[in-house]
């Protein structure tokens, strides 16, 4: 079987940054799934080297910002009165927030505390940043009907939360 549309792909892999630091693994031991065809389970860039690919087989995909978590915009660094966050709001803690236009659900990253003020990024942390995936198809199967209306995958390396 090969990589297609509607098909579930357990992968390892290894992503780093240009400087080959280790960012976020997932091992044959334990592997992560996702939807193959569009679903926004893995970046496209990937999900594109993945096509046609069978179990055995190994990618390797250089990510510039945009391929993965965007630009870094300083437009989403926000200094917000301390009152507007709990007593003990510290470096490093995360919040969730609308963008400035209300158009977007952000998490933002608080990354100074200074004289009553607090600054908060919205970028993600691993924005600007160029990136390496190293993958490896461990296996792949068709995915279930209801896999598809999801839009995700079920079971081991998937989702399992459902909200009715």
Known sequence: MRVAKDSVVII???LTNIRGELLEEATGQEPAAYLHGDYDG???KVEAALEGKQAGDEVDVQLEPEDAFGEYDAELV???DAGLFPDNVSLGMQFEGASEDGRHHLIYTVTDVADGKVV?????PLAGQAMRVQCRVESIRAASPEEIAHGHVHGPGGHHHHHE
């Open 12 to 14: 390892s892999y290894r």
């Open 42 to 44: 893995i970046f496209p």
């Open 78 to 80: 926000r200094v917000e």
């Open 120 to 124: 908060v990024d919205g970028n993600h």
